[in-house]
């Protein structure tokens, strides 16, 4: 375990030279009712160098294997965002395609912001070998006609007391709100769960 917390410690160094406006912490936990099929997703983010709360969304909604590598979610999210001192609420709506093929798997999502009528097309690559994993997920606002956000980010996952799922790992993220607008640079701690009940 501590060559793993060393090599994650390598990985975090080796991309500092990145030009970074902030450093957050990320946390996503997924609670998965196996009986019916339900996924409850609780996720929240700490911002300016972890000192301030700004964002909470809960996704809710059915899972589906299509088939033995290929998975279908439909979730409703409602989302709150700290904008200053005022907190915004949001609705949105996610239809996932997650095929699998080991040691990757892509995740195609299409994203509907259905306070603010925004659409996004989103894909995830993620290479996964030995609980280490690699992935990288661009955002492309169809409504706008502009590619406005990428991840990348790697770590490492684990399974802890028995059915939970631990991932540990490291995020940089760039965006923009418009083509016009230059790409800035954050980066992002991210500590998930999953746990089925």
Known sequence: MLRKALLLALLVCLSAPVSLADVEFWSTDTFQLTGYGINVIPEFRIKENMTNFYYLQTYVGPSWALNKNLKMNVYYGLKYQKSGNDWAQS?????????SFKPFSNRARLECDLTNSVVKYRDQLQFKLNGWYLA??????????FADENRLSAGYA??????????????????????????????????????KI
């Open 91 to 99: 609705s949105l709506g996610y239809l996932d395609l997650i095929y």
């Open 136 to 145: 990288d997920e661009f955002f492309y606002n169809l409504t706008g006609s």
């Open 158 to 195: 684990t399974k802890v007391f028995g059915e939970t799922d631990l991932n540990l790992g490291y995020l940089i993220r760039a965006q923009r709100r418009s083509v016009a607008q230059a790409w800035t640079n954050s980066a992002a701690i991210i500590l998930n769960a999953g746990l």
